[in-house]
């Protein structure tokens, strides 16, 4: 079992920045893939961002040119900066791995919100 921690969510205004971390303290892991997922209110879960352990990202074409997805493979851990945060940005977001051997991980979710 991979245990994924997140952390950076809250409140911010339209127009403003915000960084998401998530790491697992597991260090005997290997992870492929990592990505940063999100879920509107009423709506579906939908794919923000990802980046491959050689650092190749994709981006969603809502996000793209806003949000910078990285990764620390030392750390084990995948970051999300966000800007230009709009009220559309307002989501549950929700890290999410592939675990070589294992298959794929979710985070617990942490709420973006985004309104003046």
């Known amino acids: 079992q991979v245990r994924l921690e997140e952390s950076g969510g809250g409140l911010v205004e339209p127009g403003g920045s915000m960084r998401l971390s998530c790491a697992t303290s597991r260090r005997d892991v290997i992870l492929y893939t990592m990505g940063w997922y999100r879920q509107p209110p009423g709506r579906q879960r939908e794919r923000a961002a990802t980046i491959t352990m050689d650092g190749v990202t994709n981006y969603s074409d809502s996000v793209k040119g806003r949000f910078t997805i990285s990764r620390d493979n030392a750390k084990n851990a995948v970051y999300l900066e966000m800007s230009s945060l709009q009220p559309e940005d307002t989501a549950v977001y929700y890290c999410?791995?592939?675990?070589?051997?294992?298959?794929?991980?979710w985070g617990q979710g942490t709420q973006v919100s985004v309104s003046s």
């Open positions: 999410w791995v592939h675990v070589a051997g294992q298959g794929e991980y």
